[in-house]
């Protein structure tokens, strides 16, 4: 069985750090694409930021580049979001997900397994 646990969250400061994780279980790293989405209260689920198991290589959208830095280990089958200067506006429910035959979008649709979802709250 597929799983995927969020941990990490909570409530800062603006101008604060927070670092999340996202453990799989059930799964290999192999050629997936691991990442996050966030959704806060009234607003639609967006793409956030991912990460190749197979190369490396990143996405972040365009609201969080420079700020926040997505990384993995391999060998602990965990993904990690580092989440400085933190705004108001990125509070919201982060989700970890799992699209395990990555195309060329991060997007819901391609998504194969979620996480439980955690919270982030910036307070200003």
């Known amino acids: 069985e597929v799983q995927l646990v969020e941990s990490g969250g909570g409530l800062v400061q603006a101008g604060g750090s927070l670092r999340l994780s996202c453990a799989a279980s059930g799964f290999t790293f192999d050629d997936d694409a691991i990442g996050w989405f966030r959704q806060a209260p009234g607003k639609e689920r967006e793409g956030v930021s991912c990460?190749?198991?197979?190369?490396?290589?990143?996405f972040y959208a365009d609201s969080v580049k420079g700020r926040f830095t997505i990384s993995k280990d391999n060998a602990k089958n965990t993904v990690y979001l580092e989440m400085n200067s933190l705004k108001p506006e990125d509070t919201a429910v982060y989700y970890c997900?799992?699209?395990?035959?990555?195309?060329?979008?991060?997007?819901?649709?391609?998504?194969?397994?979620w996480g439980q979802g955690t919270q982030v709250t910036v307070s200003s």
């Open positions: 990460i190749s198991t197979a190369d490396g290589s990143t």
């Open positions: 997900a799992a699209d395990l035959w990555p195309g060329s979008t991060w997007s819901e649709g391609e998504i194969d397994y």
